[in-house]
């Protein structure tokens, strides 16, 4: 439940994402969105440990700044799994939407998901 959950978040996200910012980043709908989630996040639980592990050195110099790239990484390789109806123009958006997402689903786990955990205990 709690997966499913993450993903409905991240297609709401990259909804907001692909309005706000139409230019570079292109979706044809919600289910486009809830795909890509989907695909992201089986990503990140099977290229990017691999991904992680092989540029540790890297990411330790960085004190972790590095993972963002890793991010927009897998950010990348949704865009070309999906096809066209999930497109990000060029690494550098990529790169900043990683960041924003980050940023995104670090704020709505705080105010949101971690609250209502408490409460149900």
Not at 16 to 23: N, S
Not at 85 to 91: D, L, R, T
Request: aromatic share 14%.
């Amino acid at each position: 439940m709690r997966w499913l959950i993450g993903c409905l978040i991240n297609a709401v996200l990259f909804m907001a994402l692909a309005g706000y910012f139409h230019e570079s980043f292109y979706l044809t709908g919600f289910m486009a969105a809830f795909q890509a989630s989907i695909l992201l996040s089986i990503l990140n639980v099977l290229v990017r440990p691999l991904l992680i592990l092989f540029t540790l050195p890297v990411t330790i110099v960085t004190m972790g700044l590095f993972l963002f790239v890793i991010n927009a990484i897998t950010l990348e390789l949704t865009d070309w799994l999906m096809g066209s109806s999930f497109e990000i123009h060029g690494f550098g958006m990529a790169l900043f939407f990683a960041v924003l997402m980050s940023l995104f689903n670090l704020v709505i786990q705080k105010t949101i998901l971690e609250p209502s955990r408490k409460s149900k205990r």
